[in-house]
């Protein structure tokens, strides 16, 4: 059984653009999150979609969104990217109580 | 903000030694589970431990679950340098629209 994929595995963007990264859960699994991990630090809680609506979003300004598909695929979306934005992002599906995570986008903004 | 504090922040020890590393949490909980992360990767999950449990095993493993003091230790037995990685607890609230909550991680590295 294939696992959470996310795509691309690498970003270099500039101050000001925009980016699209993209999740596809393990089969089956409906809910995906998605997360912001700066340099050595701990993982920060962005959005929540299950059944294609969003559930929860994390404290993040409205340039971070996002969209599940019927699918269950998932897209995050940054507009007007800050250099803080440089992350890794991880994105996350779950069965009944465990997270299954991809291995992630590492973003960079120069 | 995180509910979950991992300590220590950062661990070294020699192959062959026991590390263990705790979290704290705050909020009442359905679960408590930890994950490793090699470096710059995705997370793997370790282990899951319910709220009506106290203490679990797989492998190298144990965890132990206190939700009185709402506290969790991981224990790995004789470590090995493939072990080297952050873990991060996560928890699984009762209450609250957003389920897993991370906590900010311990890194560890084993000394071949």
């Known amino acids: 059984e294939a696992g959470v994929t996310q795509s691309p595995t690498h970003l270099i963007k500039t101050r000001g653009q925009q980016v699209t990264l993209r999740c596809s859960p393990i089969?089956?699994?409906?809910?995906v999150y998605w997360y912001q991990q700066a340099l050595g630090l701990g993982l920060q809680f962005l959005l929540w979609?299950?059944?294609?609506?969003?559930?929860n979003r994390g404290n993040f300004p409205p340039r971070f969104s996002g969209r599940q598909f019927p699918n269950y695929s998932s897209e995050l979306n940054v507009n007007a990217l800050e250099l803080e934005d440089s992350a890794l992002y991880l994105c996350?599906?779950?069965?009944?109580?465990?997270?299954?995570f991809g291995p992630g986008t590492r973003l960079l903004v120069l | 903000s995180q509910q979950g504090e991992e300590d220590p922040q950062a661990l070294s020890i020699q192959e062959g030694e026991n590390a263990t590393m705790n979290c704290s949490y705050k909020?009442?909980?359905?679960?408590l589970q930890w994950y490793r992360q090699n470096s710059g990767r995705g997370l793997v999950h370790l282990i899951l431990?319910?709220?009506?449990?106290r203490e679990k095993h797989s492998g190298r493993l144990r965890v132990t679950l206190d939700t009185s003091k709402k506290s969790s230790s991981l224990l790995i037995t004789a470590s090995r340098a493939a072990d080297t990685a952050s873990y991060f607890c996560?928890?699984?609230?009762?209450?609250?629209?957003?389920?897993?909550?991370f906590g900010t991680g311990t890194r560890l590295k084993v000394l071949a």
């Open positions: 996560a928890t699984d609230r009762v209450s609250g629209t957003y389920k897993y909550i």
């Open positions: 979609y299950d059944e294609g609506e969003e559930r």
């Open positions: 431990i319910r709220s009506n449990e």
């Open positions: 996350a599906t779950r069965d009944q109580e465990t997270q299954y």
């Open positions: 909020t009442s909980i359905n679960n």
């Open positions: 089969s089956g699994h409906t809910s």
